[in-house]
């Protein structure tokens, strides 16, 4: 079973600010799987990243950027000059490599103010 | 090529009425999740299908929820005797038996209101 945390309950930004969204994990698995999802005010939910528990090189894509360190369990995600189109609910989900289920945490609020 | 679609988006049912939430996986999909998203919280699992069989219920409420994927057709996720605590977000995924576990995409969702 996957325990997730997500301290940062609400975070508010000036535009152009980035912002770190920070992710804690607990697993008993070796290997499993971290996600990040989106969940603009239109309710849906966009994935955003799939990360491999062997896999710790740093990923970028574009203005966003995730730092995995499997030693401290934790997944965290930035945003380099944030938009107020990043203005969503953002959630950290690990998964166990042979699970099907997603354990979600309770999310982070993040509003960008213009 | 359409994504998961679920409907209705939006469902307004009275205490004690029944409610019907539709799922339409992927094209080539015959795996179906269900997930619920209470307020302020993130997303629960609920159920897991397979075309005709219910492979994981055990985050499915033990009363009045059901759940089936039938051969032909949308999944449905029924919620009979509805509650004010059943008011939620609930969103469907869907995969191909190959596909990662857990990489999947998820249905814009349905929000159910219980009066």
């Known amino acids: 079973a996957q325990k997730v945390t997500q301290a940062q309950t609400e975070i508010s930004v000036v535009e152009k600010e980035d912002v770190t969204l920070d992710c804690v994990y607990e697993?008993?698995?070796?290997?499993?799987?971290l996600f990040w999802y989106k969940q603009p005010p239109s309710g849906e939910l966009v994935f955003l990243i799939r990360?491999?528990?062997?896999?710790?090189q740093n990923e970028i894509s574009g203005r966003y950027s995730w730092n995995f360190q499997k030693s401290t369990s934790s997944f965290n995600f930035t945003i380099t000059a944030s938009q107020v189109v990043d203005s969503a609910v953002y959630f950290c989900?690990?998964?166990?490599?042979?699970?099907?289920?997603?354990?979600f945490g309770k999310g982070t609020k993040l509003s960008v103010i213009p | 090529n359409a994504g998961v679609m679920q409907n209705p988006r939006h469902l307004v049912r009275r205490r004690g009425q029944e409610a019907r939430l539709r799922c339409s996986p992927m094209k080539g999909h015959s795996h179906v999740y269900w997930y619920r998203q209470l307020p302020e919280e993130g997303l629960k699992f609920m159920v897991y299908l397979q075309k005709e069989n219910i492979i994981d219920e055990s985050g499915m409420p033990k009363e009045r929820f059901s759940a089936e994927f039938p051969k032909e057709g949308p999944s449905i996720l029924r919620i009979q005797q509805v509650v004010r605590g059943d008011s939620a977000a609930y969103f469907c995924?869907?995969?191909?038996?190959?596909?990662?576990?857990?990489?999947?995409?998820f249905g814009s969702g349905t929000r159910l209101t219980v009066v």
């Open positions: 990360r491999n528990s062997f896999d710790e």
């Open positions: 989900a690990p998964s166990g490599a042979g699970s099907y289920q997603l354990t």
């Open positions: 697993t008993r698995d070796t290997t499993y799987y």
């Open positions: 995924a869907s995969t191909t038996p190959r596909r990662l576990p857990g990489g999947y995409t």
